[in-house]
Structures are given as C-alpha cells and as structure tokens.
C-alpha cells in the first residue's frame, strides 16, 4: 500500500493515513499505449501543493509537479529562475498529498543541460529528497544522450519537446512550432531520439495539430499533448488554468470552471459579514463552560 497524508484540522499538520489503492506506475503508464494506440488517454494535470494533490489524484493517471510554479506560485516572468530547492519542496508535497497517481517533477533550468553526470546528480536528489516516480526534462536530440545516462542508472525520464519553455530565449517567444517543413521534421527527429534513448513517454507541446498527430503515430511510447492535438495519447494542463484562476486564457487551454470569480464572490462576502460584525457569529465562537 502506498501512503497518502490528510490534513488534520485541529492542528493543521499533515498525518499519514493508508491509502485504498497501490499507486500507477512509470511501466503501467508506458504500457497503456499498445500497437501504437492508446485506448483510454492518459490524464495529466500539474500540482504544486498538498491540497492540490488531495483534489486531483483521484481522476489523473499523473501528477506533475511543472517548473511552470514559478510563474503560477511565486508571480516570476518565466521558468527560468526555478531552482532544485522550489522544485523538491513542492516535489514533496504532492507526493504525500497523493496516493494514485504517478508523480513527475520537473528539473529546473540549468540542472541538467551541462552534462548527462550534472543531469544525474540532480535528478537523484529530487528523486530522493520527493520520493516522486519519475522526472521530466526538456530537449530533443541535444538530451538524448543525458535520457540515455539516466534511464540506464534507474532514474524513469519524460521527455518535453515541441515548444520547450525553458528554451524560449532562443525560441524568441511561445509561438506555436513547426510552422515550416524543416522545423516539422526536427520535431519528429526529436520524438524518436528521445524514445530511443529510453523516455518511457513525452509531453508535446504547443506544435501545429498535423505534427500532434504525426508524432504520437510515429513514436511507441504515450505522447501527452499540451496544444497539440486530441489525438495524443493524453492531455496536461496547468489546473490552475483550466480551473479559471487566472484572467488570461492560453488558446490551448479550456476553462472548466471559473474559480477565480467564484474566489472574489466569497471573499467578498466574507468582506461584508466581517465589517457589518455579522461574522464571527455564535456558532464560530465559545461560550464559557457552566
């Protein structure tokens, strides 16, 4: 039995409990894609925080813990400035907020590019310091050796191809990719060398729907499409996005529900009962003992 964590409201801490089900593993994962074809696609969303982690688990196959919390948790300009201490904290708390689903953390920028050994060293203390499943990192061709080096030492790797965040000074922005025939064949490059060199599955992001489709046929690992096409193997989105928290809406993502409106209305109200001294009433206070 794996291990989940319920917060306990008398004292706000987080006690471990059993949990009803074994966790999702890297290899069921891999192996729902079969022939070439996914039957049930594969739900991913990401999580930074415990709470979060509780709500999700349930209905996703894979939680991932996505560098993209420097902009949704700590308001910066892009992901470039998280570092492995941020991404292990919040690593960590999804963990033990969870109990179904298969945990991924992104390695930050700069924690993996300069060599497959500094890739390593990174990787196994986020694996040990979160006790996550797997990690993902982005790059094509340029990581293969580095998801090589790591998949043969024990560490289970994502790959991230197409529009790569991390890489969006070269980028020149988050414009969607493979626009032009060259830039469509080098997406394709990068999603067999990447699967060769042992990813057990891919994130697709933000590409022309044809490469969407054109990738997840050519590749026997799942492909997990974010901007990319229904056809893939599966979909991640940032929940915050796709649960309404932000005012700006990415073309990509479908706003399932509008909580930041829902946040403001009770907030608001809360606002109202606490200046007309309606709140706190008598069933939040206490009386003296008889």
Sequence with gaps: ????????SS?????????PMKRLTVPAIQRRKVEGRTQEPLVMLTA??????QLLDPHCDMLLVGDSLGQVIYGLPSTLAVTLDMMCAHGAAVVRGSYHSVVLVDMPFGSYEASPETAFASASRVMAETGCAAIKLEGGQAMAPTIRFLTERGIPVMAHIGLTPQAVNVLGGYGARGRSQQEHEKILADAKAVADAGAFAMVLEGVVEPIGVAVTQSVDVPVIGIGASAQCDGQVLVAEDMLGLFERTPRFVKRFDDLAGRISAAVETYAGDVRSRVFPGPEQTYAPKD
Excluded at 1 to 8: A, G, P, V
Excluded at 11 to 19: K, M, V
Excluded at 48 to 53: G, H, K, N, Q
């Design 1 to 8: 039995m794996s291990t989940t964590y319920t917060i306990d």
């Design 11 to 19: 004292t706000s801490r987080a006690n471990p409990t059993p949990a």
């Design 48 to 53: 930074y925080t415990v709470r979060m982690a």
